[in-house]
């Protein structure tokens, strides 16, 4: 393990002297700064763990080393000491964040016993951080529909064999994410899960990618590097994409499977590595080893579990809960409030074909998100050609009478509302109708007048 590293911050060359030569003997790394600004260089690297700084000192003081610190999202601990401590700098250094607060002359064994609390502290904060990135990397798969139920279900079984998982799925059917979670609920959870997208990768570069290279092999090889089967050792490759990769580089991967080892680019030795293939492609593999572009050895090595995601149209039970769970991602992420469909803006997404699949989706939701200002999301915010679909643009469904009615109905309520600024007795003012109709029929279509109300300008 490491040494943890110390920055002492103090102008006085005799205290950074003593207090380093303790810390040494303690077993610490040791840098000194005899300004807030030259420390405030010192910690760019991130090396540092540990601060003790000194309140006064010349263009950069105490506390305002600690406000830069902050600003600069810099992580490190602070411990602050000072020889003319008011209580009033002690409340206001902890206040901004130091965890401890010594006085001078100093009691070394304070000193020493400070320390090891504050790194303590620093472990635990860092610990808990690591658990909770892990617990975030975690995939949820929204999809209640018995299609991708199945889908779910197979994955519970696939993951924890070692098995190759060939992925099928249109565009933005969500196979990385399925990839993704395969990985996660499989032994080798722990280790990297590396994914390379063979359709991005230019031919030459694929094959140092995969494997690696020695220095000098080709031009452009000045250091030798590890291939993504290597750095993937102990854990999973997605190959993302795969029938889009060459005959050529199909050959190589086809041995490497074989043999579960590399030979890196220009190199002599093989190195073995143990991984496991999840690939993933949007093509038809059996129609592409008939055209003769992909190998049936190859096909047959890695479609030892085949799954496939269903594409949205076909299991539209699951729009609803993704259109939710997008905008609730997007309001968290973005720390604003979530928007509500009203049931027919969601009939309409539940009727479009969805070409562009989870992603389409997704991306609609973040539109939405930012262009609409209302908390409810109606059906005159859902833009073309989603808001074509099912309505009267063809012969197999134009809309009913009654139907063109109620939307011309509520988009035109709709529009006066907004007019008199989501005043709402102003708007049934206009609109000529008592206040308590026009709530009514907001309710029926599913939009809550209060929410309108609140949003008054
Ligand atoms: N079941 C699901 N639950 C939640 N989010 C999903 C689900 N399926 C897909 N997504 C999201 O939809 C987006 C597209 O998914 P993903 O990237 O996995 O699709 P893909 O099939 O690999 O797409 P491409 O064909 O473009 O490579 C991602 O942001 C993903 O998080
Ligand atoms: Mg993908």
């Known amino acids: 393990m490491s040494k943890e590293m110390i920055l002492i911050v103090d102008d006085e060359e005799n205290i950074r002297r003593t207090i380093r030569a303790i810390l040494e003997d303690e077993g610490y790394a040791v840098r000194e700064a005899d300004s807030g600004s030259k420390a405030f260089t010192q910690l760019q690297d991130g090396q540092v763990d540990l601060v003790i700084t000194d309140v006064w000192m010349e263009d950069i003081d105490g506390l305002k080393l600690i ?30 964040g130091a965890i401890d607060f010594l006085e001078k002359p100093l009691s070394f064994e304070k000193l020493l016993l400070s320390i090891s609390n504050a790194l303590k502290h620093r472990k635990l904060k860092i610990g808990n951080r690591w658990l909770l990135e892990q617990a975030s990397r975690e995939v949820q798969l929204i999809g209640t529909s018995p299609a991708y139920q199945k889908l779910v279900h197979d994955i519970e079984l696939a993951a924890p064999s070692e098995g190759r998982v060939l992925i099928y799925g249109e565009n933005g059917s969500g196979k990385e994410m399925v990839a993704r979670s ?56 997605f190959l993302d994409e795969i029938g889009d990769m060459s005959l050529r580089t199909q050959a190589k991967v086809l041995r490497v499977l074989q043999e579960n080892a590399v030979t890196p680019v220009g190199g002599t030795r093989s190195i073995s590595a143990d991984v496991r293939i999840i690939a993933a492609t949007n093509k038809n593999l059996a129609q592409a080893i008939e055209d003769g572009s992909f190998r049936q050895d190859l096909y047959y090595r890695l479609n030892v579990i085949e799954l496939h995601v269903p594409p949205l149209r076909e299991r539209i039970e699951d729009i609803p809960p993704l259109a939710n769970h997008f905008i609730q991602q997007f309001a968290d992420e973005r720390k604003v409030p979530p928007k509500t469909l009203v049931p027919k803006a969601m009939d309409m997404l539940k009727m479009y074909n969805w070409p562009g699949n989870v992603r389409e989706l997704q991306n609609l939701m973040e539109r939405l998100m930012i262009m609409v200002r209302e908390n409810t999301v109606t059906v005159q915010d859902i833009p073309y050609p989603i808001n074509r679909s099912g309505d009267n643009d063809d012969s197999h469904h134009p809309l009913r009478l009654k139907e063109a009615r109620e939307a011309f109905e509520l988009n035109h309520m709709m529009k006066v509302i907004r007019m008199s600024g989501n005043n709402m007795s102003k708007a049934a003012e206009l609109l000529g109708i008592e206040r308590s109709y026009l709530y009514r029929k907001l309710k029926q279509y599913g939009i809550e007048p209060e929410t309108i109300r609140q949003n008054k300008r």
Do not use: W, Y
């Open 67 to 96: 406000d830069f610190i902050n600003n600069s999202g810099i992580d490190v601990e602070i411990i602050v000491i000072s020889g003319h401590a008011t209580i009033e700098v002690a409340v206001q250094a902890t206040k901004k």
């Open 182 to 237: 395969l990985h996660m609920k499989s032994l080798r959870a722990d280790m990297p899960m590396v994914d390379i997208n063979c359709a991005a990768i230019p031919d030459e570069l694929i094959e140092s990618e995969l494997f690696g290279h020695v220095k000098g092999s080709f031009t452009g090889a000045h250091e030798t590097r590890k291939g993504k089967f290597v750095v993937a050792n102990g854990g999973t490759l």
